[in-house]
């Protein structure tokens, strides 16, 4: 069994932070449990194009408002607490927080934990991993 406190976690080299967001990785690839899963903060004003080319991510609000917007078709979504967006196609999208949003975040396959976006809005497939607990 593996148990992590998220404010422990977040003192460590698993908070990775960027100018627009942070992330706490609670689980990752090296805990072979197949999939990564992330408490990530989105920042207030917030406007992020990405593209998941290798991963696929589950996106759960649990607190904050915002909106995603689908590239393919323009669709703009809301999201709020209790939202779920899942990119089950690697989708190209647009994330704008118009407060500070926590979201818990999935993705397959896991993150290593260094992973920030390149210049496309994607993660590499593989990272520089985070050291053991």
Known sequence: MIVRDYNKAKETDRRVVASQWESVRLLLKSDNMGFSFHITTIYEGAELPMEYKHHLESV???SGEGEVETLADGKIHPIRPGVIYILDHND?????????????????????????HDSSGAYPLEAEAVTAD
């Open 60 to 62: 759960y609000c649990l």
């Open 92 to 116: 190209q999208h647009i994330l704008r927080a118009k407060t500070e949003m926590q979201m818990a975040c999935v993705f397959n396959p896991p993150l290593t934990g260094k992973e920030v």
